[in-house]
């Protein structure tokens, strides 16, 4: 079993950037194919970047702004986010899955990004 802690939210104005980081506890987390969702008020979470062990995945809404990454040594996977909008904002959630499977089955708390002026 996984844990997830995200830390990193906020608030930041239009435009502005923000990293978020996601430190997961537990061992073989190399192999584990890692993901930032998000979901905001009243909308379905959605995938929004994924990370494997050597490719990336983004949303179309995000691509050329955001940029997702790890750390294996750390046990820390980042999304660092610039060019912000509002419609970024949202609760983001750290996600892992097997490599084997579709199905995200450890989530993190959650952090708060806000994209206001």
């Known amino acids: 079993q996984v844990q997830l802690v995200e830390s990193g939210g906020g608030l930041v104005q239009p435009g502005g950037s923000l990293r978020l980081s996601c430190a997961a506890s537990?061992?073989?987390?190399?192999?584990?194919?890692m993901g930032w969702h998000r979901q905001a008020p009243g909308q379905q979470r959605e995938l929004v970047a994924s990370?494997?062990?050597?490719?990336?995945s983004y949303l179309n809404s995000v691509k050329g702004r955001f940029i997702i990454s790890r750390d294996n040594a750390k046990n820390t996977v980042f999304l660092q986010m610039n060019s912000l909008k509002p419609e970024d904002t949202a609760v983001y959630y750290c996600?892992?899955?097997?490599?084997?499977?579709?199905?995200?089955?450890?989530w993190g708390q959650g952090t708060q990004v806000t994209v206001s002026s």
């Open positions: 990370i494997g062990s050597s490719s990336t």
């Open positions: 537990g061992s073989r987390f190399n192999i584990y194919v």
């Open positions: 996600a892992s899955r097997s490599p084997f499977s579709s199905v995200w089955g450890n």
